[in-house]
């Protein structure tokens, strides 16, 4: 596999759990609730596990291998939790654990984007991303709001490096024709797409992207554009936009798509602002 995503025909890695703990789309009764591919190319679902309320046994930390129970609630947390404001939206934080309050309970949540964790917290094998595409050509997105601002400007900065990379370096394939048609679909549904730098080295577990950061801590990132993964999270959800089918991981778009002849569920964009607040659970 290509470190860096590139188009090698080479199959990602697929989620460990380290120390021989289960692996993450268990939920402790020994059957995968996740969403994935077959050898025909169908997907197969298991019914989600059940959500409401928070099973006895604690959830897994983010960086630890075990079942985390995205999606299941809490009535109150303990006072020694503190609050996290991301992109003005209050997270709460407290063993470990991070959550986010809606009508009242406490969902366990993933980190949110911005959050650094530290390498030796972090106990399962590093899963590289690959990408069925990259953007060297900026484009804007009709969907505007304070988050989205923050997505397109760095985006600006991504495709002049993406551009200058192709010129460099002929390994880099950044699949114009994918990366058009992908932009064209996810702007004509109002979602916004966070762009891939060719140069850098993106990891997934569980429906969490990440980057590693020149200190050799890693960063939680926006799901980026591109991306595929052979599996979903089991907290994932199917909703239709504009007569479409998407999954829905938080607040992130994925769509089927084949690349080289395998199967994968592609990042296509985020939803924002009054998109989101639709299809919020």
């Known amino acids: 596999m290509n470190p860096r995503g590139g188009n090698t025909g080479s199959q990602p890695s697929t989620v460990r759990a380290?120390?021989?703990?289960?692996?993450?789309?268990?939920?402790?009764?020994g059957a995968p609730s996740s969403v994935r591919m077959d050898a025909h190319r169908n997907v197969e679902r298991v019914h989600p596990r059940h959500r409401d309320p928070m099973p006895f046994n604690r959830p897994a930390r983010f960086w630890d291998g075990g079942p985390?129970?995205?999606?299941?609630?809490?009535?109150?947390?303990?006072?020694r939790h503190k609050v996290?404001?991301?992109?003005?939206?209050?997270?709460?934080?407290?063993?470990?654990?991070?959550?986010?309050?809606?009508?009242?309970?406490?969902?366990?949540?993933?980190?949110p984007f911005g959050h650094i964790f530290a390498p030796e917290v972090?106990?399962?094998a590093y899963n590289a991303c690959r990408f069925a595409f990259y953007y060297d050509v900026y484009s804007t997105f009709r969907t505007i709001n304070d988050n989205a601002r923050l997505i397109t400007e760095q985006n600006r900065i991504i495709a002049q490096n993406n551009a200058v990379i192709a010129q460099q370096n002929a390994d880099i394939a950044l699949n114009?024709?994918?990366?058009?048609?992908s932009y064209e679909r996810a702007n004509?549904?109002?979602?916004?797409?966070?762009?891939?730098?060719?140069?850098?080295?993106?990891?997934?577990?569980?429906?969490?992207?990440?980057?590693?950061?020149?200190?050799?801590?890693?960063?939680?990132?926006?799901?980026?554009?591109?991306?595929?993964?052979?599996?979903?999270p089991d907290d994932y959800d199917?909703?239709?936009?504009?007569?479409?089918?998407?999954?829905?991981?938080?607040?992130?778009?994925?769509?089927?798509t084949i690349v080289d002849g395998a199967a994968y569920f592609q990042v296509l964009g985020q939803l924002t602002g009054e998109l989101a607040e639709r299809f919020e659970a």
Not at 238 to 256: A, L, R, S
């Open 238 to 256: 199917t909703i239709t936009i504009n007569g479409m089918q998407f999954y829905k991981v938080d607040d992130t778009i994925y769509e089927m």
């Open 18 to 29: 380290s120390r021989g703990e289960a692996p993450r789309n268990y939920h402790g009764s």
């Open 176 to 181: 114009r024709a994918r990366a058009s048609l």
């Open 84 to 111: 996290v404001y991301h992109w003005g939206c209050p997270f709460y934080f407290c063993d470990g654990l991070w959550y986010r309050l809606h009508a009242g309970c406490y969902y366990v949540c993933r980190p």
């Open 188 to 232: 004509s549904i109002g979602l916004v797409q966070s762009y891939a730098d060719a140069s850098v080295e993106y990891f997934y577990d569980d429906g969490v992207f990440f980057t590693r950061n020149a200190d050799g801590s890693f960063t939680v990132i926006v799901p980026p554009a591109g991306a595929l993964v052979q599996e979903l």
């Open 68 to 79: 985390h129970y995205y999606g299941y609630r809490v009535n109150y947390l303990p006072h």
């Open 122 to 124: 972090y106990g399962l």
